[in-house]
Nanobody, 124 residues
């Protein structure tokens, strides 16, 4: 049974940085994709960034240039480095695993395993 547990959220001033981490346990395919999603109050869940087989990465436009997704060599730790944070980045951030495909997509419906989330609050 695959499980994902996020950590690293918190409160930060606008312009600051945070690093989120996700520990993935259990057995999953080497071709699995992993991603970060976020959901702000009253809004739909949206993809932030994902990483697929071979380390290919995709970013949502708002994350380009500010966020960096990475994973450990054994793919058991997924990291999201966030910098130049803005108030609109305030949301619950979720780690997710798509065990069925190699190319990562930022559509939440593709992901079967979800963590419980970690809250990021950016104060202006």
């Amino acid at each position: 049974q695959v499980q994902a547990v996020e950590s690293g959220g918190g409160s930060v001033q606008a312009g600051g940085s945070l690093i989120l981490s996700c520990k993935v346990s259990g057995n999953f395919r080497s071709t699995a994709s992993m991603g970060w999603f976020r959901q702000a109050p009253g809004k739909s869940r949206e993809g932030v960034a994902c990483i697929g087989e071979g380390g290919k990465k995709n970013y949502n436009s708002f994350a380009e240039g500010r966020f960096t997704i990475s994973e450990a060599a054994d793919r058991r730790t997924l990291v999201l480095q966030m910098s130049n944070l803005k108030r609109e980045d305030t949301a619950m951030y979720y780690c997710a695993v798509d065990d069925s495909a190699g190319v990562c997509v930022m559509a939440s419906g593709h992901y079967e395993i979800w963590g419980r989330g970690t809250q990021v609050t950016v104060n202006s």
